[in-house]
């Protein structure tokens, strides 16, 4: 079982580098930019701000608690 477990895993491997190649054949023939991606994380002092201001009393107000 582990011997079929290793087989599939080096045919899955071979699979996965077959479409990273595809992919960079692909962005070459057709002239697709590289992407960059940035996550745009939320300022973390705004966080700390609304956690002073909202208190459990104002939630249940908010809720009709």
Do not use: G
Request: with cysteine; net charge negative.
């Amino acid at each position: 079982m582990l011997k079929t477990l290793s087989y599939a895993h080096d045919v899955i491997k071979k699979l996965c580098e077959a479409q990273e190649d595809f992919l960079e054949e692909y962005k070459k023939l057709f002239h697709i930019p590289e992407v960059k991606l940035f996550f745009n994380n939320p300022d973390e002092t705004l966080y700390y701000k609304l956690k002073e201001f909202l208190t459990e009393e104002k939630l249940e107000c908010l809720y009709d608690k």
